[in-house]
């Protein structure tokens, strides 16, 4: 601006001296400017110049200034040592370095930041851009962090505490769920806690390729587990996993884990769990929600409450029962075994050895094959069983259930002296363990003919013989034709002899042969 000046006067007609008076530089400076002017092509009667002839000529002027300590960094050198020993050994940050220098040195975080990148003590820093900003309830991302150890009071020992870091990218409020593994219940359960601490869902949620809601991770086509796909259809949310290795897909939690473990864990007591999940609620009210974000400069919770909790989706607030997939082979008894407990499958669907899908939830457990659903259970205890005797084949049904009726049934279909053979067979008190003779009863009928055996049950009966083996004997021995005590022998045909032996048995004498042929020859002689 001050060589645009020179040179509008000097256009003008004035002298170097009135410029230089106009202006307040030395005359010598406006001489040099001058002369450059002059060298440049520029004439007091000319054109006026362009941008390049003022870059050129505003050139003269720049000079580098002398390197000086800034005034505020120099008050850190003292604390150098310190400084070096919190950053190297404890890994703290410099927010928290910086709250521990106040009692002796208060310095700006941007003054603490120069200083120890001057002295090559911080990583440097790197080429980045800033996204677009999200629309109010549109996106929330969570990460897990280690928080620490904490004593479990049942057993006295240490347990290995994280933190479930949610934050919604808006409004840059936050939630924090303590938890011990990552398992799918538990991110559920702290979901679902975060849903209810904001008051509705976000529309989409950006996570970390943690094995329970990420079976296959993938940066174009990530394949979730059932669990978590169901869970976020259930809640209307769309998952989004960051990429491996990509901590920038989800730059608001990532570092934001540090902040919470130095100012809620750190220096903190808890009891148990339930404790550091109630303090960690206050907290994210009281500490996180109250600060003045270092980005938004604004107060997370007051943007919020005034102008992001009205576009999340809204919560019912009812507990989501958690469902646990899986995949089992059916065993040669119609069942499958899951979470150490028996369920019966349909034989005519399901034979022994095909491989089923299973989803078990709160009270139900329902089979798949390819899709379709088979079966449905009511959901049972380890050791438990729920097997439907429809699910077996019909000849071993009543095996199966210890169910005498329906022998006595099936044999009486067969005869009447059948069915009354096994109704004496299996009463009493336990019929039951005479089952195995009763399924023996009916598979004679299919070897040795209805008729038969009923006939020689008949027997059985009146000598009161109620054993299936010496039924089983008369049949293989044909006996059951045999007449009943005190009953006439059935009547007998005459005998015919056979002609076969019509001859008198001395004509097959040899001897009396020889002797007769001898009296022939003699008689033939004479």
């Not at 359960?189 to 993938?218: H, K, T």
Request: charged share 25%; hydrophobic share 40%.
């Amino acid at each position: 601006m001050q060589v645009a000046d020179i040179l509008r006067r000097w256009q003008a007609g004035d002298s170097a001296r009135t410029i230089a008076r106009g202006t307040g530089l030395a005359r010598d400076t406006v001489g040099k400017y001058l002369r450059e002017a002059r060298r440049l092509g520029l004439t007091a009667q000319g054109p006026p110049p362009t941008n390049e002839h003022l870059l050129a000529l505003g050139r003269l002027g720049q000079t580098a200034p002398p390197a000086r300590a800034a005034p505020q960094a120099a008050l850190l050198e003292p604390h150098r040592e310190r400084i070096v020993k919190w950053l190297q050994e404890e890994k703290l940050q410099l927010t928290r370095i910086g709250e521990l220098l106040e009692p002796d040195v208060a310095v700006t975080y941007t003054t603490l930041r120069r200083f120890v990148r001057s002295h090559g003590l911080g990583a440097p820093p790197r080429d980045t851009v800033r996204m677009a900003d999200t629309a109010p309830g549109e996106v929330a991302q969570f990460d897990f962090g280690r928080l620490g150890r904490l004593t479990n009071p049942a057993t006295g020992t240490y347990q290995l505490i994280w933190a479930m870091n949610i934050v919604l990218v808006f409004s840059r409020h936050q939630f924090v769920w303590p938890l011990i593994h990552q398992t799918l219940e538990e991110v559920i359960a702290g979901l679902e806690a975060a849903w209810a601490f904001f008051g509705g869902i976000p529309r989409r949620v950006i996570f970390d390729n943690f094995p329970a809601a990420v079976a296959g991770a993938d940066a174009l086509n990530p394949v979730f587990t059932r669990g978590f796909l169901e869970y976020s259809q259930a809640r209307r949310f769309i998952a989004d996993p960051a990429r491996v290795r990509k901590p920038k897909d989800k730059p608001h939690t990532e570092r934001n884990v540090q902040y919470v473990r130095e100012r809620l864990w750190k220096g903190g007591t808890f009891t148990d769990l339930a404790d550091a999940r109630e303090q960690a609620k206050r907290w994210c009210v009281e500490v996180a929600g109250g600060r003045i974000h270092g980005t938004t400069r604004k107060l997370p919770l007051i943007v919020f409450r005034d102008e992001e909790q009205a576009h999340l989706l809204p919560y019912d607030g009812v507990p989501y029962a958690v469902p646990l997939w899986g995949q089992v082979t059916v065993h040669p008894d119609h069942h499958i075994a899951f979470r150490y407990a028996l369920y019966s499958v349909p034989y005519d669907k399901c034979p022994p050895g095909v491989r089923l899908e299973v989803r078990l939830d709160r009270d139900l457990i329902r089979l798949y094959r390819r899709g379709e659903l088979v079966k449905t259970h009511p959901r049972k205890p380890k050791g438990g069983r729920s097997t439907d005797p429809a699910d077996y084949p019909p000849e071993r049904t009543a095996y199966a259930l210890r169910s005498a009726d329906y022998v006595v049934q099936q044999a009486a279909g067969h005869g009447p002296f059948i069915g009354l053979f096994a109704e004496r067979l299996l009463a009493g008190d336990f019929p039951w363990t005479k089952l195995r003779q009763g399924q023996k009863l009916l598979r004679l009928a299919e070897h040795y003919s209805a008729a038969r055996l009923d006939a020689a049950c008949e027997r059985a009966l009146v000598v009161d013989l109620i054993d299936v083996t010496r039924v089983e004997r008369m049949l293989k021995q044909a006996l059951e034709q045999e007449p009943l005590p005190g009953e006439p022998p059935p009547p007998r045909m005459a005998e015919t002899p056979s002609a076969r032996f019509a001859r008198e048995g001395k004509a097959f004498d040899h001897r009396f042969h020889q002797g007769h042929q001898e009296r022939q020859l003699t008689e033939a002689l004479l």
